[in-house]
């Protein structure tokens, strides 16, 4: 069992940045692909960025590439999620994610973190 605590939503105005941070409750944490996802209201949830286990390769949706960056800290076990250029189509609920098998199916999640952008 993992544990997955977001922090670091909040309220910014369109063109701001927020550095989200999700720690994780686990001796293996260097073992799980981390991602981050996100659901807006009314829309489903949706793939925003994952991490490999060593953090030497990275994935982005198209709407955020360029703009988000994730990265992680296995001594920490933290993976962060900086996000720039915020727009006000970004706002949703953030949620962080553990891949035990790399196969894109996430066992773990967190209970999320509130991003609003205002324009």
């Known amino acids: 069992q993992v544990q997955l605590v977001e922090s670091g939503g909040g309220l910014v105005q369109a063109g701001g940045s927020l550095r989200l941070s999700c720690v994780a409750s686990t001796r293996t944490f260097s073992a799980y692909v981390m991602g981050w996802s996100r659901q807006a209201p009314g829309k489903e949830r949706e793939f925003v960025a994952a991490i490999s286990w060593s953090g030497s390769s990275t994935t982005y949706a198209d709407p955020v590439k360029g703009r988000f960056t994730i990265s992680r800290d296995n001594a920490k076990n933290m993976v962060y999620l900086q996000m720039n250029r915020l727009k006000p189509e970004d706002t949703a609920v953030y949620y962080c994610?553990?891949?035990?098998?790399?196969?894109?199916?996430?066992?773990?999640w967190g209970q999320g973190t509130q991003v609003t952008v205002s324009s």
């Open positions: 994610g553990a891949d035990p098998r790399g196969d894109e199916e996430y066992d773990y």
